[in-house]
Nanobody, 130 residues
Framework: QAQLIESGGGMVQAGDSLTLSCVPS????????MAWFRQAPGKEREFVGA????????YHADSIKGRFTVVRDNAKNTLYLQMSSLKPEDTAVYYC???????????????????????WGQGTQVTVSS
């Protein structure tokens, strides 16, 4: 089974930018839905953004729209999460996830549901200080 390897986390100050990367080991990100989730201490894992398996559609959670961008680079077999204007409330462990199913219609309710992802990375910590 493919493994997802995240990198790029760290400690930054409010207002800074950071880019996370996710590379699958032994698999391709092409034609699969790839997503970013995050989990803050004491909170449930929440959807951040995703690249749909078909077309170049990208979806983002409302909470990070305008600040975070999901980028799929099939040539580099890498999924990125570009984060800017970081806030202390963005502090969390960020996870990359992969869904190998191919539902015909893209629905945000499906894309944002952790249960639809069959492969997860180990997570990378992002800490934003004020």
């Amino acid at each position: 089974q493919a493994q997802l390897i995240e990198s790029g986390g760290g400690m930054v100050q409010a207002g800074d930018s950071l880019t996370l990367s996710c590379v699958p080991s032994g698999a391709s990100i092409a034609s699969t839905t790839m997503a970013w989730f995050r989990q803050a201490p004491g909170k449930e894992r929440e959807f951040v953004g995703a690249a749909w398996w078909r077309s170049s559609s990208i979806y983002h959670a409302d909470s990070i729209k305008g600040r975070f961008t999901v980028v799929r680079d099939n040539a580099k077999n890498t999924l990125y999460l570009q984060m800017s204007s970081l806030k202390p409330e963005d502090t969390a462990v960020y996870y990359c996830a992969r869904d190998t199913q191919h539902p015909p219609i893209a629905k945000l309710s499906y894309i944002a549901d952790t249960r639809n992802y069959d492969t997860w990375g180990q997570g990378t910590q992002v800490t934003v200080s004020s």
